[in-house]
């Protein structure tokens, strides 16, 4: 018996043909699939360290993927993976799979064989959460021309951007209507205002009601001197696994919200009290008067 990781164990009565248990292999003990195995079991979540006995059998993960583990169908040997789908269900590292894959041209036929494990497994862990072991990790960084520490988000630290542009990128305008869904899901803007001392930008915890961009701050605070006066107010999103990104630019004169209704209003709407924590008991408003925004994604991407 041999196994890749994510393959399947299914133990099952060898009278009745009726299964009992079944799992996904998380982690191997020797290099050439052999037992024992690290178990997720599907019924309870647990992890056990299992030698499989005569009533196990293993579904290996290329004939798995497509039929048990939802990966994409209509992928086969030596295809890509949509950027819709990645978007879709991928974690961090299934990101960070595909966009390393990406950036050096080659297929997932290419980089599994490099890697040793069957392209469906790959297809399956750039496009769902998976949490593959150590091994599978470093040889798939050895196939990628990268580090394990890299494939695990060990430069997350890092000032966001400092990632490989992408091999065909694109570089396009958003409409109004886009500009103002993406500031709508968005939590952290930036507000950049003249002070005293010059021109300066502060992060702020926002929200947007009725399509009015507010935020909470101190009336002694650097932020309060933008009242009557005209702001920039940014949001973006730096996506470094995928070396896409977006941002959305409002202009407009900000006022002091008074009108008890529309604080509790604004209040209600707030998903989070401010990060920076202290009492912000002020709201001001955006009036926006320009609004624009770009998104940057490869050619093929969505």
Not at 70 to 87: N, W
Not at 90 to 97: N, V
Not at 254 to 264: G, I, Q
Request: one cysteine or more.
């Amino acid at each position: 018996m041999y196994a890749h990781l994510g393959d399947r164990l299914i133990v099952e009565s060898p009278s009745t043909g009726v299964t009992r248990r079944d799992g996904e292999i998380v982690g191997l003990h020797h290099d050439d699939g052999t037992p024992p195995y690290d178990v997720r079991w599907s019924d309870t979540g647990d992890v056990t360290l299992v030698f499989p006995g005569p009533d196990a059998r293993v579904n290996h993960g290329a004939e798995e993927a497509e039929a048990s583990q939802g990966a994409p169908s209509g992928v086969s040997r030596g295809e890509g993976v949509d950027s819709s789908l990645i978007a879709a269900g991928a974690g961090d590292l299934g990101r960070r799979l595909a966009a390393a894959r990406r950036r050096r041209g080659l297929s997932l036929e290419q980089v599994a064989r490099r890697a040793r494990m069957a392209p469906q497994y790959l297809a399956y862990l750039e496009t769902h959460t998976a949490d593959p072991g150590f091994g599978s990790l470093v040889r798939l960084a050895d196939a990628l021309g990268t580090t394990y520490a890299e494939l695990q988000g060990g430069g997350a630290d890092r000032p966001p951007g400092q990632g490989a542009a992408l091999r065909n990128p694109t570089l396009r305008d958003l409409d109004e209507k886009e500009c103002r869904a993406l500031l709508s899901a968005h939590g952290v803007g930036r507000l950049a205002l003249n002070t005293p001392d010059g021109p300066a930008v502060f992060p702020l915890n926002y929200v947007v009601s009725q399509g009015t961009i507010a935020f909470r701050t101190d009336p002694d605070a650097a932020t309060a001197a933008a009242v009557d006066s005209e702001v920039a107010f940014e949001v973006d999103h730096i996506d470094d696994p995928m070396s896409q990104g977006w941002s959305v630019l409002a202009v407009g004169r900000c006022r002091a919200v008074t009108d008890p209704e529309e604080v509790r209003r604004l209040a209600e709407k707030a998903h989070t009290e401010p990060w920076a924590g202290g009492r912000r008991t002020m709201w001001l408003a955006v009036e926006t008067e320009r609004l624009t925004g770009r998104r940057i994604t490869s050619v093929s991407g969505s």
